[in-house]
């Protein structure tokens, strides 16, 4: 499971229902810090045990609590062996409180509509991560840099289903739809067309910032300029 997240000593690696702490230990070797979370009592003193006896004590913390009521917002790694509904539950928290990037990996069970970014079968078991997506849904009053100096105006409008962007734009006057969303931690990407093609269709990257993209595009038909301009907005609501 921690190779999948990639974790390394940079990261903050939180097991929810984590028994005896063996995740929390194994990411604690190698150099990250870990917290464990269980709501059972016992299964907490035999955790900080085993971590009083690796010598590890120093790197981890374990909590007895429910994980519904910890704040993840400091995790940057979230692992889980539990149940497929508990899975289904914990989504929303997952989505909301931790940060683009940060990766989470599940033992076994999957998250039904949340496609996972990645899988690997090992030991008959099917682990699957998911990298949370940034916060991109909403109105941007966006801007696209022509070579020419002029920057037209674009207002664009976005929604999100796990990692899936859709939307449409309202540049020029026309209304633009958007195909092929997709946001990967805080990189987005999409492609803006006109149903009757009265504007080639336009090819969008970006990095999501905070409130700001920041990025560059090109247009995307046969034939079309292949020039690259820059693009960028910020969130209107
Ligand atoms: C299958 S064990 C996983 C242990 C460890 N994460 C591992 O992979 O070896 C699941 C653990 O989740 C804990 N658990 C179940 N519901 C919980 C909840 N709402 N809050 C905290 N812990 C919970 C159980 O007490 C149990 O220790």
Redesign the pocket.
């Known amino acids: 499971m921690l190779d999948l997240a990639g974790v390394n000593e940079k990261d903050v690696v939180y ?6 702490g ?2 929390v230990l194994a990411a604690a070797r190698r150099g990250a810090r870990g917290v464990g ?4 009592l016992q ?1 907490i003193h035999e955790a900080q045990d085993n971590a009083r006896r690796a010598g590890l004590g120093r790197r981890v913390s374990f909590l007895r ?4 009521d910890v704040d993840l917002r400091r995790a940057t790694v979230v ?4 149940l497929p509904g ?1 899975n289904i539950k914990l989504r929303p928290k997952l989505l909301f409180e931790l940060r683009p990037g940060a990766r989470v990996v599940s ?1 076994n069970f999957d998250m039904k509509e949340w496609p996972a970014d990645e899988q690997l079968v090992i030991y008959h078991r099917t682990l699957h991560k998911w990298i949370i997506p940034a916060w991109v849904q909403g109105v941007w009053s966006c801007y696209i840099a022509r070579p020419n100096g002029r920057r037209r105006h674009m207002v664009l409008e976005l929604h999100r289903r796990f990692q899936q962007v859709s939307g449409s734009a309202q540049l020029n006057g026309r209304r633009l739809y958007l195909v092929e969303g997709r946001i990967e931690a805080d990189r987005l990407s999409f492609t803006l067309w006109h149903p009757q093609h009265l504007l080639p269709a336009i090819r969008f990257r970006c990095a999501v910032v905070g409130d700001q993209l920041r990025g560059t595009c090109h247009a995307d038909s046969p034939g079309a300029d292949a020039a690259t301009w820059a693009w960028g907005g910020v969130r209107r609501s």
């Open positions: 097991d929810l229902g984590c028994g005896d063996r995740i979370v269980d709501i059972d299964r609590a429910s994980f519904f692992t889980l062996y539990l508990i033992n």
